[in-house]
C-alpha cells in the first residue's frame, strides 16, 4: 500500500488531497494543528492523524522519529500563509515577513530534512511542495510581496532540493495549483478545491525522474521560474 504525508490537512488544498488519497487506498498521514478538527476527522480511509504545526521543528524530528519505519511513497507540504499585505511600500511589517517566510520557505525544508530518508526508502520517492505562480520572477505583475518573496525562496530550495538529493533518486516539484476558492485565495477565485487537487494529484501520479526540480502548474503545464 502507497503512503501519502500532508502537511495542512485540516482544512482546504490538504484536506481535499486525504480525501483523494484515502478514496484511493493508500495510507495517509494527514497532520495539522488540530488533526481533531470535524471535517478531518470525517474522512473515511486508512487515515492516521498528527498533531503538527511545521514551525515547531522539535514536533517535525519527534514525527519523523515516531514514524521512522515507514517509506512515504509522496510528501507533500502543503501548509502556507498569505502573508497578508504586509510587503507594499509604507506598510511592510518584519514581523509578518518573518513569519511568512517560516511558514512557507523555512518549514518545508525542514520537513524535507526530517523526511528524505522516508521518502528515498520508498517506491515513488516523491517530494511535493506547493508553492504558486505568485513565486515566478518571470510573471511577476507587483504586489504580495511577502508571499511572492517566500513562495520564490522555496522554489529555489526546491530545485537544491532535486540536486542535492539526485543520488537518492528522488523526484523533487514545485506545483502551483492555480488561484483556487480557499480562506487564502478567496471565494472570487475561478478554480474550486475539486478542480484543483484532483488535478494536482494526477500530475503528481504521473511525475518521472525527469521531472525534478519542475515547477509545475495543477494541470500539467510548466511555469517559468
Not at 45 to 71: C, F, I, M, W
Not at 132 to 149: Q, W
Not at 191 to 197: A, D, F, K, P, R
Request: charged share 20%; hydrophobic share 45%; glycine share 10%.
Amino acid at each position: 500500500m502507497p503512503t501519502v504525508l500532508i502537511t495542512g490537512a485540516a482544512r482546504g488544498l490538504g484536506l481535499d488531497f486525504v480525501k483523494r488519497y484515502a478514496a484511493k487506498g493508500w495510507k495517509v498521514h494527514a497532520c495539522a494543528r488540530d488533526p481533531a478538527a470535524a471535517p478531518l476527522k470525517a474522512v473515511k480511509g486508512d487515515v492516521q492523524r498528527h498533531p503538527l504545526n511545521v514551525t515547531n521543528y522539535k514536533a517535525v524530528a519527534a514525527l519523523a522519529k515516531k514514524l521512522s519505519g515507514e517509506a512515504i511513497d509522496v510528501l507533500i507540504n502543503n501548509a502556507g500563509v498569505a502573508g497578508r499585505e504586509a510587503g507594499t511600500l509604507g506598510s511592510i511589517d518584519p514581523a509578518v515577513w518573518r513569519d511568512t517566510f517560516e511558514v512557507n520557505a523555512l518549514a518545508p525544508l525542514m520537513m524535507a530534512e526530517a523526511f528524505v530518508e522516508h521518502v528515498a526508502r520508498s517506491r515513488d520517492r516523491k517530494m511535493i511542495a506547493i508553492s504558486s505562480r505568485l513565486g515566478s520572477i518571470g510573471l511577476n505583475d507587483g504586489g504580495h510581496c511577502a508571499y511572492r518573496a517566500s513562495k520564490a525562496a522555496l522554489n529555489m530550495q526546491w530545485t537544491s532540493l532535486a540536486k542535492d538529493t539526485a543520488g537518492k533518486r528522488l523526484i523533487c516539484v514545485v506545483l502551483h495549483p492555480g488561484w483556487v476558492q480557499t480562506d487564502m485565495g478567496g471565494k472570487g477565485a475561478p478554480l474550486t478545491i475539486e478542480q484543483s487537487v484532483p488535478a494536482m494529484v494526477k500530475v503528481i501520479d504521473g511525475l518521472k525522474a525527469a521531472d525534478s526540480g519542475r515547477f509545475i502548474a495543477y494541470d500539467g503545464s510548466a511555469i517559468v521560474w
